[in-house]
């Protein structure tokens, strides 16, 4: 499947023209054209062009908020969608994303999220309206992406909680994470993280847990780490003794 891209609108009607002018060569005794265009009739019924593409999506295909991606790939991430307005979990993990499609902004302008989860996708940034429009997510996953940065507006994720920025890109641990003043964990585990600003205010009173293990960081960081005051648990690697 290729990854997401940006519309939902290169998906080709399926009108029962199969460009031969009607005439099918497997159609010798009329059957494959009679079972197409009973197909077609009935999907008509149902107000769609086409069979494959869902009532979600048709009522947003103008739209063309979608990025280019696989027919099955776009109806799984609207089924995600709907899932979550039942149960206020949005679930996108493991899609594909190159980033988060508007239409998912739009499907899900009505639902008060609690959790999301954006992990094994191939995500390079979240825009910073992602928590303008998810602003009550108490719970985020986005581990095994490729992020090395996050918006400065994450800060305004007052109800956040957990996060979850493991097995990423960063070279340094975002700042903005200082600055959740609801976050009791975050999972740094796993990027390419080799300095810490330990002199930079945590915004949080909550905090009990940040894991940094499996990272580079330098062994005059790792001493201060070792040795810095804090009043939740820090995790880092310690059996790591080449100087990066």
């Not at 303008?132 to 305004?156: C, G, M, V, W, Y």
């Not at 700042?175 to 796993?190: G, I, N, P, W, Y």
């Not at 909550?206 to 960081?217: E, F, I």
Request: hydrophobic share 35%; net charge negative.
């Amino acid at each position: 499947m290729r990854p997401f891209g940006n519309d939902i609108t290169n998906i080709p009607p399926n009108n029962g023209s199969n460009g031969n002018n009607g005439n099918d060569p497997n159609d010798g005794n009329g059957n494959e054209r009679n079972i197409r265009s009973s197909n077609i009739e009935d999907n008509e019924d149902n107000g769609s062009d086409d069979p494959s593409i869902p009532p979600h999506i048709a009522r947003i295909g103008g739209i063309g908020t979608f990025p280019p991606i696989a027919g099955q790939g776009v109806i799984r991430v609207v089924r995600r969608c709907e899932d979550a307005k039942e149960n206020q979990r949005l679930d996108l993990s493991s899609c594909e994303l190159m980033q988060i499609p508007d239409a998912v902004y739009h499907l899900m302008r009505n639902t008060e999220l609690v959790t999301c989860n954006l992990s094994g996708n191939v995500l390079k940034s979240v825009s910073p309206k992602f928590s303008q429009k998810f602003s009550t997510i108490t719970d985020l996953n986005l581990s095994h992406n490729k992020l090395s940065r996050l918006p400065e507006e994450f800060a305004s994720l007052t109800a956040l909680t957990k996060l979850n920025i493991s097995n990423n890109s960063f070279i340094v641990l975002p700042q903005v994470v200082f600055k959740l003043e609801s976050l009791a964990s975050l999972d740094a585990q796993d990027n390419a993280i080799l300095e810490i600003d330990t002199d930079e205010a945590i915004a949080s009173d909550s905090l009990a847990l940040v894991d940094l293990r499996n990272n580079p960081l330098s062994r005059n960081c790792r001493r201060k780490l070792q040795n810095f005051k804090t009043s939740f648990r820090l995790e880092i690697s310690k059996d790591v003794e080449d100087d990066w």
